[in-house]
């Protein structure tokens, strides 16, 4: 669920920037493709406040409520969405490449 629902943010960014004439990346989250779940306690203090929609960090950097998405997109006119390519994750349990078989 946690995963359509940042599908559906991502949709809905799109249409908010198109009239702007920009695009995004891809989304990239801690925890996946090698970036540590630990640098989430980088982005946190990025946000206005502590608990940003009411989320917070364990000790461990995992996020409550448990099924709860971080991560960044980059934003302009000059950038562009790939396609998934597993040649640039190293984790080999990666959901995406399940995805591909």
Same mark, same amino acid.
């Given at each position: 669920?946690?995963?359509?629902? @940042?599908?559906?943010?991502?949709?809905?960014?799109?249409?908010?920037? =198109?009239? =702007?004439?920009? =695009?995004?990346?891809? /989304?990239? !989250?801690?925890?996946?493709?090698?970036?540590? $779940? !630990?640098?989430?306690?980088?982005?946190?203090?990025?946000?206005?406040? @502590?608990?940003?929609?009411?989320?917070?960090?364990?000790?461990?950097? #995992?996020?409550?409520?448990?099924?709860? $998405?971080?991560? $960044?997109?980059?934003?302009?006119?000059? $950038?562009?969405?790939?396609?998934?390519? +597993?040649? #640039? +994750?190293?984790?080999?349990?990666?959901?995406?490449?399940k995805q /591909?078989?």
């Amino acid at each position: 669920i946690a995963e359509k629902t @940042a599908d559906c943010m991502e949709i809905a960014l799109d249409e908010y920037i =198109r009239d =702007r004439g920009w =695009r995004h990346t891809n /989304r990239f !989250s801690p925890g996946y493709c090698g970036w540590h $779940v !630990s640098e989430q306690k980088k982005l946190f203090p990025l946000f206005p406040s @502590a608990e940003p929609c009411g989320i917070r960090l364990t000790d461990s950097s #995992l996020m409550l409520p448990i099924k709860s $998405v971080s991560g $960044v997109i980059g934003l302009g006119e000059d $950038v562009r969405k790939l396609e998934y390519t +597993c040649g #640039l +994750c190293t984790y080999d349990r990666c959901y995406r490449r399940k995805q /591909r078989g």
